[in-house]
């Protein structure tokens, strides 16, 4: 199964919502994880088992999809919000190209 | 706290060998399965191995099947990694990564919910 993120770069303001998405090429039984990953710095995991929140992870950071479309919600972005994230399936060592989230 | 410390990383030629270490602390160590993951420059993330919390179910990306090992030593608290026949392509920041919880008997997850900070791996003539 291949995940497709969408869009490559996404350009938008502090403040701002911002919707990234994971597409896998077959649908999915299990579910999904996301990770941030700022320049310099190790990935982080945000979100596990599509909608929940890794510990110590804000509120403002939220899952949500099935089968073959997922997304990862951030509203009202922070400044330290902008990084490149990643979208990964239960069960499959694989990650998504990543979209790279960049300050408008 | 929680920590994963690699090390071992370097410039080495073409065909030559590298062990990497990752040492873990703040955790119970023999209880997590532990991974390695890489990132090429300018890349995205490339899962390379998987072991489990007793040293079995060992697992790796066809890339580097037959060249690389993976190993633990549950007594150090640390994670290895054995790469043999380096190529430039192997050339990446490597990454240690400790699997999410599961109560055994479990397969894995693949999620990974505490990352070193990585070890740069450059192999060039």
């Known amino acids: 199964i291949v995940l497709t993120q969408s869009p490559a770069t996404l350009s938008l303001s502090p403040g701002e919502s911002a919707t990234l998405s994971c597409r896998a090429s077959?649908?999915?039984?299990?579910?999904l994880a996301w990770y941030q990953q700022k320049p310099g710095q190790a990935p982080r995991l945000l979100i596990y088992?599509?909608?929940n929140r890794a510990t110590g992870i804000p509120a403002r950071f939220s899952g949500s999809g099935s089968g073959t479309d997922f997304t990862l919600t951030i509203s009202s972005l922070e400044p330290e919000d902008f990084a490149v994230y990643y979208c990964?399936?239960?069960?499959?060592?694989?990650f998504g190209q990543g979209t790279r989230l960049e300050i408008k | 706290q929680v920590q994963l410390v690699e090390s071992g990383g370097g410039v080495v030629q073409p065909g030559r060998s590298l062990r990497l270490s990752c040492a873990a602390s703040?955790?119970?160590?023999?209880?997590?399965?532990m991974h390695w993951v890489r990132q090429a420059p300018g890349k995205g993330l490339e899962w390379v191995a998987v072991?489990?919390?007793?040293?079995?179910?060992?697992y790796y990306t066809d890339s580097v099947k037959g060249r690389f090992t993976i190993s633990r030593d549950s007594y150090k608290n640390t994670l290895y990694l054995q790469m043999n026949s380096l190529r430039p392509e192997d050339t990446a920041v490597y990454y240690c990564?400790?699997?999410?919880?599961?109560?055994?008997?479990?397969?894995?997850?693949?999620?990974?919910?505490?990352w070193g900070k990585g070890t740069t791996v450059t192999v060039s003539s």
């Open positions: 077959h649908s999915v039984s299990s579910s």
């Open positions: 990564a400790r699997e999410w919880y599961q109560p055994p008997p479990a397969s894995y997850c693949y999620y990974m919910d505490v």
């Open positions: 990964q399936r239960r069960s499959e060592p694989t």
């Open positions: 703040g955790f119970t160590f023999s209880s997590y399965a």
């Open positions: 088992d599509t909608s």
């Open positions: 072991i489990s919390y007793v040293g079995g179910n060992i």
